[in-house]
């Protein structure tokens, strides 16, 4: 079946500006998370939905940064007012959730939106 | 300290040999653990999932943990040039924070 997606894969914003970015995850998947990747880092994560509620958002860095799942699907990423140090690539990943054993945690990601505030 | 610590590397081995990729964490309530490979430029891939103390192998993969030394390690067997890439390590408590925590991820180099 299909993976995550993710859209656009890239986003260039002059500073100032509000972003959104998009994630579609896999299908059935009842948990959706957003991760943060500067290069040479690993993923830090920003925040964690199970169906439609955000039930952590403890990853966060300012209150600029905004994300929803209203319907349980599909999630939105928002930055308002972009700063040079949002510049990284964003990560969405899914799981099935855990009901269903520790198997039900493993996260599949997808491809990731670059973003570049200049 | 960092709660996952990886070796940055870069790790070189010649094509065909063992390459051993380490990885500590310091939460003991961490329950499941996974590597993940990524490639430049791309996204995280899962290649090996372990949960129990012990060995598990997949094809050429072999995952190693042990959960008394807080240790998990990777083995991948034949190393092929198609190998090369960043591997993360990541670990997940599975009671209250959901996310995975990750390693700052070893590069791994298959000299042909």
């Known amino acids: 079946g299909a993976g995550v997606s993710q859209s656009p894969r890239y986003k260039v914003a002059k500073r100032g500006q509000d972003v959104a970015l998009r994630c579609d995850p896999i299908?059935?998947?009842?948990?959706l998370f957003w991760y943060q990747q500067a290069l040479g880092q690993g993923p830090e994560f920003l925040t964690y939905f199970q169906n439609e509620a955000q039930l952590d958002k403890s990853g966060l860095p300012s209150d600029r940064f905004f994300a929803e799942r209203p319907e349980g699907s599909v999630s939105t990423l928002k930055i308002q007012r972009t700063q040079q140090e949002d510049s990284a690539v964003y990560l969405c990943?899914?799981?099935?959730?855990?009901?269903?054993?520790?198997?039900?945690?493993?996260?599949?990601f997808g491809p990731g939106t670059r973003l570049t505030v200049l | 300290q960092k709660e996952v610590e990886q070796n940055s590397g870069p790790l070189s081995v010649p094509e065909g040999a063992i390459a051993s990729l380490n990885c500590t964490y310091s939460d003991r309530g961490s329950q499941s653990f996974f590597w993940y490979r990524q490639y430049s430029g791309k996204s995280p891939e899962l290649i090996m999932s372990i949960y129990s103390n012990g060995d598990k192998e997949d094809g050429r993969f072999t995952a190693q943990l042990n959960k008394a030394s807080q240790y998990v390690s990777l083995l991948i067997r034949d190393s092929q040039p198609s190998d090369s890439a960043t591997y993360l390590c990541a670990v997940h408590r599975d009671t209250g924070r959901r996310a995975l925590t990750f390693g700052s991820g070893t590069r791994l180099q298959v000299q042909p």
């Open positions: 990943a899914s799981s099935l959730g855990s009901s269903g054993g520790l198997s039900y945690n493993e996260q599949f």
């Open positions: 299908s059935g998947h009842v948990s």
